[in-house]
């Protein structure tokens, strides 16, 4: 994607979305003069903006002569051409006083409560996954769509969820795949057995395979047991001018937070991935409103990941503050839980 842009129109967009996140009104060819330090005229400004938007990375409200950025140009933006600042080192300060290595859950609320403070967003953190490993499942049919999963533990704790299910499953199914699972896969992790199923269902039936994909999401949530994450300062968001203008992008931005399987799922998302991720609007593939981004990073207990702490704020962000106070949290909130 960077050879779509030569070294000018990388100036200009950058500028441009600088420019939008510190004024939050379209940007025309006269400021990016003023602001990009290039000997340009306005007529090449022009044309560099012209195919800036015919790739996507820009638009024009109709309302003005300037442009905005787009949710594919804030991509390109945050992949390429952001220069991250280092924290300064009271923040730094700030977050290492916090987080006392005393009261783990403590410790998660008040990492939450300082991303929020410390951005003016809304801060979020998961808190950590406990692997459940089972010995023994069964199925037993409670009602037409509902059915009751029992897991016996290695150490002999039992354990169960009731599962609704899409289709009216026969007994007979119920055992048979109660087989196929414990046969392949007792003395392991759910999630170990969610990353193997998803290579090997495809030699299994695929009403089967629903049932299967129903009994992992219930036994990942039994190793999460209470709550799956902590937030604080949503109410940050509704005083973001950019989303409290539209009604619509509020309401899907307090349907994020209650649907919360949605945040579970990016912060899930985040998991798998190393160091600080950026989701932009919808690029998550959940229902976020398009000017919504996540800035995330997975934390760690004694070298292994547990969890997420992040920030969701406008995209209209500043990234190269945003991204450090989230990258800081994650690894010092890491040393606090390390330390028990």
Do not use: C, W
Not at 231 to 244: H, M, P, Q, T, Y
Not at 266 to 272: E, G, S, T
């Amino acid at each position: 994607m960077i050879s779509m842009l030569d070294k000018r129109a990388q100036i200009l967009l950058k500028t441009l979305i600088e420019r939008y996140i510190v004024e939050g009104q379209p940007v025309g060819s006269r400021t990016l003069s003023r602001y990009s330090g290039l000997d340009l005229s306005p007529a090449t400004i022009r044309n560099v903006m012209a195919d800036l938007e015919e790739l996507g990375f820009i638009a024009s409200p109709h309302t003005s002569a300037g442009r905005v950025p787009t949710p594919l140009g804030y991509r390109f933006f945050v992949d390429t051409l952001l220069v991250v600042k280092p924290l300064e080192s009271n923040a730094v300060h700030r977050i290492e006083d916090e987080l006392h290595p005393d009261n783990p859950q403590r410790v998660i609320q008040a990492a939450s409560v300082l991303l929020s403070q410390l951005t003016q967003f809304a801060g979020v953190v998961m808190t950590p996954r406990r692997t459940v490993t089972f010995k023994h499942i069964e199925f037993l049919k409670l009602s037409e769509k509902r059915i009751l999963m029992i897991v016996v533990t290695p150490d002999g704790d039992v354990q169960n969820r009731v599962l609704f299910t899409e289709l009216d499953y026969r007994p007979s199914e119920l055992i048979e795949a109660a087989n196929y699972i414990n046969q392949n896969y007792a003395g392991q992790s759910f999630e170990e057995v969610r990353a193997r199923l998803h290579t090997e269902l495809r030699e299994v039936r695929e009403d089967m395979t629903r049932l299967m994909n129903a009994a992992l999401d219930a036994g990942s949530a039994l190793a999460e047991g209470g709550e799956q994450y902590v937030i604080s300062g949503e109410r940050n968001l509704f005083a973001v001018k950019d989303l409290s203008q539209d009604m619509g992008r509020l309401k899907q931005l307090l349907e994020l937070f209650e649907r919360k399987t949605s945040l579970i799922k990016i912060l899930d998302l985040a998991l798998r991935g190393q160091g600080v991720q950026i989701f932009i609007g919808g690029e998550s593939g959940f229902a976020a409103p398009d000017d919504v981004s996540v800035v995330t990073s997975p934390y760690k207990v004694d070298g292994e990941v547990v969890g997420t702490v992040g920030v969701i704020g406008p995209t209209r962000m500043a990234y190269e503050r945003v991204v450090p106070i989230v990258d800081v949290t994650a690894k010092l909130l890491s040393s606090a839980l390390s330390q028990h």
